[in-house]
């Protein structure tokens, strides 16, 4: 197993079991999380995408395969992984200081405010930090939440449909202000989303799932994109032959589920 690489799948299966019987979630899933990359992870509706982020976060036990997370069963790397999830989720009692720091108190980490400060600073958030979160745009909250996930120093980003709940002008400036803090951070993270073309402007890598039973079925290199800002890929030339190749890939009409 490739140790050095912050995630790495191999054969992976994981099946549900209820009193109405088993469902197999994923069969046979292999990938691997380069160090400093960002992996998206895209397929159809239902078809193991938060499953997967779950599995890598210690939260499921898999049912079979390989999974390494820092060079360590997932379960003895929970620390090394910062969850966000598509909503902000920040307490509107809290401003967006204390909003910023719960994450680390909750880890039991210690007095971070100094660490909490210096992200809100770089990120342009340090004078709202006496505010509360309604007095936050849409987009300015979900930087509040990264920076958040941020503060208890993860190796890894799972990020799960994070921009979800924003409309689409915000989602699109915000994945801008998302793929720089990840890279000015030296972080490695998975993305999941149902957007295409959130997924090509965001990503250094592609992965697209079938439906359940989930598998990669074609990994997209987008490294030629790599000097370009998120806004910058949607204007590039090679972006919609880029889009009608991952759409087709992930139509799964005539897939075989279970």
């Not at 912050?6 to 899933?29: F, R, S």
């Not at 998206?40 to 049912?63: D, F, N, R």
């Not at 909750?106 to 990120?123: F, H, I, P, S, T």
């Not at 309604?134 to 300015?140: A, D, I, N, T």
Request: glycine share 8%; aromatic share 8%; net charge neutral.
């Amino acid at each position: 197993m490739e140790r050095a690489a912050p995630v790495v799948i191999k054969d992976l299966g994981l099946t549900y079991h209820t009193i109405y019987g088993e469902t197999t979630a994923v069969k046979g899933l292999s990938l691997l999380l380069k160090k400093g990359d960002i992996l998206g992870i895209v397929g159809p509706s239902g078809s193991g995408k938060t499953t997967l982020l779950s599995v890598i976060a210690g939260i499921l036990e898999p049912t079979e395969g390989e999974v390494s997370v820092c060079g360590m069963p997932p379960a003895q790397a929970k620390d090394k992984c910062g969850y966000m999830l598509q909503r902000d989720e920040l307490f509107p009692w809290l401003n967006i200081r204390d909003n910023v720091l719960l994450s680390a108190k909750v880890k039991g980490l210690g007095n971070r405010r100094g660490y909490a400060d210096e992200l809100l600073d770089k990120y342009g958030l340090l004078a709202y930090a006496e505010r509360y979160p309604r007095e936050l745009s849409g987009g300015m909250r979900q930087r509040v939440a990264l920076i958040r996930t941020l503060v208890p120093s993860p190796e890894i980003l799972l990020l799960d449909e994070p921009f979800g709940a924003l409309d689409f002008q915000t989602r699109v400036y915000v994945v801008d202000d998302v793929r720089k803090i990840i890279k000015n951070e030296g972080k490695s993270a998975l993305f999941v989303t149902h957007d295409i073309s959130e997924a090509i402007s965001m990503c250094d890598t592609l992965a697209v799932l079938s439906a359940r039973p989930a598998r990669v079925k074609k990994f997209f290199d987008l490294s030629s994109l790599a000097r370009l800002s998120p806004m910058q890929r949607r204007d590039d030339d090679s972006f919609g032959a880029l889009y009608d190749e991952v759409w087709k890939a992930l139509e799964f009409k005539k897939e075989n589920s279970v």
